[in-house]
């Protein structure tokens, strides 16, 4: 029996699908990667699906592998879900930076809504970050501590045209990663300080990290500064920041300057 709780339930949820992928690796190798990649994708899906109509029935879901129901958008309730995020990574032998997302949406008036729980599993890694109980704030790296650069996560392959100019403006050290669920749990563990992403995510790349990373007490919002809004009838959300809270002022000038 999974957890009644949304919280562990989304905990739960991300260790069965990582336990599965992982099992996947294991059955299929890294011979064929496209073939790989796809049956990540597709039985990740699946099972995540089958769970949720099993154990929540009456939710609406939106997921990067599935079809997108207009109904969601009337929905109280609807889980954001991306089944494998860091499909490239999954694909890599050796490469543990890719996630899977499990994120609640709950509405709160007629046309507003929050992210009211979030698990991002890494199974690669052997851990689940998720919304509650929260992760701690994390401490200063001792990179920081002792006077050196702040350090920003980014795209190993599509990195914001504009970071390298930000990067230099505030003396940052840019640290490619691989998804964008991994790029944000290293904000969250305090591995690197920030992670700005400039185009071409949508709600089930965030939704899940987001809602972790803001539960733990850090900046989150669109690069503009503006809130970070979920379960929109366009489900592209390009860009975003996810940094600690006193370096959101000094980035967010810095984006601004440059993009």
């Known amino acids: 029996m999974p957890p009644v709780e949304d919280g562990a339930f989304a905990v739960w ?32 899906h699946d099972l ?57 949406w709950r509405r709160t008036g007629e046309t507003t809504g929050v992210l009211a729980a979030g698990a991002v599993g890494l199974p690669a890694q052997q851990r689940v970050l998720g919304s509650e109980p929260a992760a701690p704030y994390p401490p200063l790296s001792p990179q920081v501590a002792a006077g050196g650069p702040i350090r920003i996560a980014t ?13 230099e403006q505030v ?14 749990a290293a904000v969250v563990t ?36 503006s809130p970070l809004i979920y379960n929109q009838s366009d489900a592209s959300l390009p860009d975003l920041i996810v940094c600690r809270r006193d370096l959101a002022a000094d980035l967010l000038s810095a984006v601004s300057q440059h993009s």
């Open 171 to 184: 003396g940052a050290q840019l640290v490619p990663m691989g998804s964008a669920g991994v790029k944000i």
């Open 13 to 44: 949820l991300a260790r069965q699908a990582g336990d599965l992928l992982l099992a996947l690796r294991d059955e299929l190798g890294f011979d064929d990667p496209a073939g790989l990649r796809a049956a990540g994708d597709k039985r990740s």
């Open 48 to 104: 995540l699906m089958t769970e949720l109509s099993r154990w929540r029935p009456a939710d609406a879901v939106l997921s990067e592998e599935g079809v997108d129901d207009p109904a969601r958008l009337s929905a109280n309730r609807l889980w954001i879900i991306d089944p494998l995020d860091g499909t490239r990574e999954f694909g890599e032998e050796g490469r543990a930076d890719w996630a899977v997302h499990v994120a609640l």
């Open 190 to 225: 305090g591995e690197v300080d920030a992670y700005i992403h400039g185009g071409g995510q949508y709600e089930w790349d965030s939704a899940a990290p987001v809602a972790v990373a803001a539960a733990a007490g850090l900046h989150t919002s669109r690069i503009d500064g």
């Open 155 to 167: 795209s190993r392959t599509r990195p914001p045209y504009f970071l390298a100019a930000v990067a």
